[in-house]
């Protein structure tokens, strides 16, 4: 509960001592129960603000964001296998045209051999380009499905734990610091008079 968790940080137990027995934790617990409502009002304000700060990258995607990842990477793979097989090609016309007008052979020969190496690993690329286009779009047909989705589950944890630190940082702990300030304050013994 994130009352105990205030109830027992650091900051409000270092106040509670310095106060002394003016005030004790189920007091406290109790005005805060009371106070509830504002406290999460509070928590609620200075959350939007963390939000509206830009603090919060892209709201934390993760592997909940997919299609933004997924299209920069096969957007950048196309592009070097397509850089890729010009290069392949260039070296294919360049070794078949040496062999072809009787140049020295051995570096057609070479030329020709790196150009199928090339073709090669751009096929394979190409080919596994391919399959993973094809997962990653089974992947997100079965969560729009209603199938289970981890990303999205750890995105909501995410939130809900961003959201439990802020009520416990900007909402309870400040109420309870306060509380126990005026507690110390309100509660103070009267000086006695010196005798005369």
Do not use: N
Not at 167 to 195: C, D, H, N, Y
């Amino acid at each position: 509960m994130i009352l105990d968790r205030a109830l027992h940080s650091g900051r409000v137990r270092e106040a509670l001592d310095r106060a002394g027995e003016v005030v004790d934790r189920e007091e406290l617990r109790t005005q805060a129960l009371q106070a509830r409502d504002a406290i999460g009002e509070v928590a609620e304000a200075g959350y939007r603000d963390y939000l509206a700060s830009g603090d919060v990258q892209g709201g934390h995607c993760g592997s909940a964001c997919p299609d933004a990842a997924g299209t920069r990477r096969s957007g950048w793979l196309m592009a070097v296998l397509v850089l890729v097989a010009v290069t392949a090609a260039g070296l294919l016309a360049a070794g078949f045209g040496l062999r072809a007008f009787g140049g020295r052979p051995y570096v057609g020969d070479g030329l020709i051999t790196a150009g199928s190496i090339t073709g090669a690993v751009a096929a394979g690329a190409l080919v596994g380009d391919v399959v993973w286009a094809l997962m990653a779009r089974a992947r997100d047909r079965r969560g729009a499905d209603g199938g289970t989705d981890d990303g999205r589950e750890s995105e909501a944890a995410w939130v809900r734990e961003e959201w439990e630190l802020a009520l416990l940082e900007w909402g309870m702990v400040p109420f309870l610091l306060e509380r126990i300030e005026e507690s110390s304050v309100t509660k103070q013994p009267t000086p006695t008079p010196p005798a005369g």
